[in-house]
Structure formats: C-alpha cells, structure tokens
C-alpha cells in the first residue's frame, strides 16, 4: 500500500484536492476533520483541555462539553508554550486514529492513500508517508482565499503563516507539486496523472518510510 502525503499552506486549495482524489477513488484521511471530532462535543481531546485551558471549554449539544475553537485560537495563537501544550495533547490522538485509518485500509487491500495533514512538513509527518503532494497558488491569490473567511484578519493570517513553513520550502520538498492557481480542471488533471503514475509504478514511491524506518 502507497501512503500518500497531501499538504499545503493555509489557502491554497487542499480542501479542494483531498475533495478531487476521493472521487478519483483513493481514500483519504482528514487530520482536520480528526481535530474537530476530537474537540466537539463529548470529543476525547476535551478533558485534557478543559484542564489546561479551562475557559475554552463550554456545553454543547446534549449538554456534552466542547471546545469552543474560536477561543482556544485566541489563547494559544498568541501563546508558543500554549501552543505546544495543545499539539502535545492533540497530536497523539490524531494519529492514533490515523493508525486505526490506515489499518482499516490494508484490510480492504487498498493500493494507494492518502493522509491530508495541514502541517506535515512541520510536524515531521513526511517520515510516515512514501510520497508527498504539496498544492500551491499564487501569494495573491492565497491571501485572498485566507482572508475572505469569515473572522479571518491580517494579523490571524500572518500568525498562521509564522507557524508553516514557507511554500516554497514544501514545493522543494515534495514529490509532487499540484498547482491550484488555474483552476480545478488544471489541478483534477495533475491529480490524475500522479495517481496513475502511483498505480502504474508503485515501488518507485516506496522509499521515504523505509529510510526512516
């Protein structure tokens, strides 16, 4: 089985790229949507940060507590030591059900997956996967995905890009490049050509976990 990193800068159309290789049949593992099951209501994160970060925490539905995300960003965006108690938390369950994911997926014999890991580059993911697709755009262009969302300001979106690592260091980095910038037929058509050369050639792609085995 080809694991398949998906990364990118806040903006840049992975979103949209995850979205595009589920229809191309590849199963993909969402970090994102990992991080808010966790934080929701009842989620397992929300002890443990209810304990550090008591006033971020809040009744959801059936009275189950949640995060209030909005104002944990506010506490540790700010914060470095914050920050890191909140990733020390956070990481160790994102992966376990990244574990579970990729468990499920050998079973049903899959050929190629994807993990969507907003910060893998940062977070030392790229030594768990065979591969890495980064998706990138313009600056201009980011800016103005980043900063038409709602609540987002110019200084969240230059805190934000003080915690990732510059695009064109991931563009250095990957295996892959997938530029967003010139529309989604463009990037279906990138997309498409790497899962095919994945298919095609699979070994050819199994280095990256073995040498950091």
Known sequence: ???????????????????????????????????????????????AIQALFPTAVEAGANEKAAVNRQRLGGIVFADPAALRRLESVLHPLVRKEEQAFLKRMRRRRKRIVVLDIPLLYETGGAARV????????????????????????????????QQQMPDAEKRRRADFVVSTGLGHDRSLRQLKRIVRLLRENPDSYRRRRRNHA
């Not at 998906?6 to 990992?34: E, F, N, Q």
């Not at 065979?130 to 230059?158: C, H, N, Y």
């Open 1 to 47: 089985m080809i694991i398949l990193g998906l990364t990118g800068s806040i903006g840049m159309g992975k979103t949209s790229a995850a979205r595009a290789l589920r229809r191309l049949g590849v199963p993909v593992h969402d970090a994102d949507a990992a991080v808010h099951r966790l934080l929701g209501p009842g989620g397992k994160a929300v002890p």
């Open 130 to 161: 065979d591969a890495v697709i980064v998706v990138s755009a313009p600056a201009i262009l980011q800016a103005r995905r980043v900063l038409a969302r709602p609540g987002m300001t110019q200084q969240k979106f230059a805190q934000i890009l």
